[in-house]
């Protein structure tokens, strides 16, 4: 049984267009992250979220972590192919995180 | 710093054979984790360290897997003996954790074949 489940699992979109990848659990967390891993590497933290309700902008890319910190979105606007890569989000009920199922996104230009 | 540092990139074993994935964590960091990534299920926790003393190691798959951290800037994944079910990529991951949420550093991977 997995302690975060992402979705979509996998998604495939145009260059220009906006997505939303959600992370969800029954767990509260006391913080929330977001990775992205490419090809060949190993995932690199994009975001770190604490607080319920918090919204983290990066960019193009929007965290959210829901009021009662059990889930967590991550919104792109005008997708670009350098966003191509596998989304892990990442919550610590305690002293050490567990990952999520990860999305794989594909930006096809 | 270099960051996480993880060799070999590739290793490639015949069933049977002993395997050791090496691991050098960022200096300062107190902890240090190994996972396993496979598309069937994702990334998997193996074992993590504190300060190089193992804390809990309930994820490692079977006694055929085994890991130490002998000291603050190198620790092992030891797989005696492998088999083709253990193809895998292993991350190394190190973070200090008294620094809240800077989150893990990963190391590159060893991507592992057994055959």
């Known amino acids: 049984t997995q302690l975060l489940e992402q979705s979509p699992q996998f998604l495939s979109i145009q260059e220009g267009e906006n997505l939303t990848v959600y992370c969800n659990s029954s767990?509260?967390?006391?913080?929330l992250q977001w990775y992205r891993q490419e090809p060949g590497e190993g995932p690199v933290l994009l975001v770190t979220v604490v607080t319920g309700g918090e919204v983290k902008k990066l960019k193009r890319l929007t965290f959210q972590f829901g009021d009662a910190r059990k889930d967590s979105s991550l919104h792109i606007t005008a997708a670009q192919p350098g966003d191509t890569g596998l989304y892990l989000c990442?919550?610590?009920?305690?002293?050490?995180?567990?990952f999520g199922t990860g999305t794989s996104l594909t930006v096809i230009p | 710093d270099a960051g996480v540092i993880q060799s070999p990139r590739h290793e490639v074993t015949e069933m049977g054979q002993e395997v050791t994935l090496r691991c050098k964590p960022i200096s300062g960091h107190d902890y240090l984790f190994w996972y396993r990534q496979t598309m069937m299920r994702g990334l998997e926790l193996l074992i993590y360290?504190?300060?190089?003393?193992?804390?809990?190691d309930s994820g490692m798959p079977e006694d055929r897997f085994s890991a130490k951290m002998p000291n603050a800037s190198f620790s092992t994944l030891k797989i005696q003996p492998s088999e083709p079910r253990d193809s895998a990529v292993y991350f190394c991951a190190s973070i200090l954790m008294g620094m809240g949420y800077s989150g893990y550093t990963f190391g590159s991977g060893t991507r592992l074949t057994v055959v």
């Open positions: 360290f504190n300060n190089n003393v193992p804390i809990d």
């Open positions: 990442a919550g610590a009920p305690g002293n050490q995180f567990y």
């Open positions: 767990s509260v967390f006391s913080s």
